[in-house]
């Protein structure tokens, strides 16, 4: 609805109040970019992540075994191995130097399980998200994958004041329209996330 005003309102007063006004809306920060996923991303290990160990013809080497919190996995023959910020093929690589101390020339596949990650790489979202929480991150993940995950925002969030504190590049913060997105179906306010992401969703004036 129109706002009218009594016709001896100075034009100049009316002026500086739709500045101010547009002024408070506008963002500080600028807009994310689309897309922002790296081509050479791969997955590392994280606290959580089930981690398979199979050892070619030592079937009773092989076994699936958890990432604990400290990082560490522990397996036949094998104490306390980091596995934590390494992809699978590194972690096998280590895997068959501590085994060749025991057996020769040992050969080993790891298969990764769980996708947690490591907390550096998961997405948080805070907030007024309707479930805020973390997710792992997905190559190509996109801010709309992110608020299908957390169930959309509440009633009380300003969605197009949001932003994404990257902290892959110094915590820098990106202007998002999240209310645009869910609530009007506006696809070019879709942007890709990066590991390590933050989703700020603050609360409405009104």
Same mark, same amino acid.
């Given at each position: 609805?129109?706002?009218?005003?009594?016709?001896?309102?100075?034009?100049?007063?009316?002026?500086?109040?739709?500045?101010?006004?547009?002024?408070?809306?506008?963002?500080?920060?600028?807009?994310?970019?689309?897309?922002?996923?790296?081509?050479?991303?791969?997955?590392?290990?994280?606290?959580?992540? /089930?981690?398979?160990?199979?050892?070619?013809?030592?079937?009773?080497?092989?076994?699936?075994?958890?990432?604990?919190?400290?990082?560490?996995?522990?397996?036949?023959?094998?104490?306390?191995?980091?596995?934590?910020?390494?992809?699978?093929?590194?972690?096998?690589?280590?895997?068959?130097?501590?085994?060749?101390?025991?057996?020769?020339?040992?050969?080993?596949?790891?298969?990764?399980?769980?996708?947690?990650?490591?907390?550096?790489?998961?997405?948080?979202?805070?907030?007024?998200?309707?479930?805020?929480?973390?997710?792992?991150?997905?190559?190509?993940?996109?801010?709309?994958?992110?608020?299908? /995950?957390?169930?959309?925002?509440?009633?009380?969030a300003d969605g197009n004041a949001a932003t994404i504190l990257?902290?892959?590049?110094?915590?820098?913060?990106?202007?998002?329209?999240?209310?645009?997105?869910?609530?009007?179906?506006?696809?070019?306010?879709?942007?890709?996330?990066?590991?390590?992401?933050?989703?700020?969703?603050?609360?409405?004036?009104?």
């Open positions: 609805m129109l706002t009218r005003y009594p016709k001896s309102f100075p034009r100049w007063m009316i002026a500086a109040f739709a500045a101010a006004f547009l002024a408070a809306c506008a963002s500080p920060y600028p807009p994310a970019p689309a897309t922002a996923s790296s081509s050479d991303y791969r997955y590392v290990i994280g606290p959580g992540d /089930a981690v398979n160990i199979v050892v070619f013809r030592n079937p009773e080497l092989s076994m699936t075994v958890p990432v604990r919190p400290d990082g560490m996995i522990t397996a036949p023959l094998v104490e306390d191995i980091p596995a934590i910020g390494k992809d699978a093929t590194t972690l096998a690589r280590d895997i068959e130097k501590a085994l060749a101390k025991v057996i020769r020339d040992p050969k080993v596949t790891v298969i990764v399980s769980g996708f947690v990650g490591p907390y550096s790489e998961q997405i948080r979202v805070v907030g007024e998200a309707a479930k805020p929480q973390v997710l792992p991150y997905k190559q190509k993940m996109t801010l709309l994958d992110v608020m299908i /995950a957390v169930g959309g925002i509440t009633d009380f990257r902290t892959s590049e110094g915590n820098k913060q990106y202007a998002v329209r999240i209310r645009d997105l869910i609530k009007r179906g506006d696809v070019s306010a879709n942007v890709e996330v990066r590991p390590g992401d933050v989703v700020i969703i603050p609360q409405g004036w009104f």
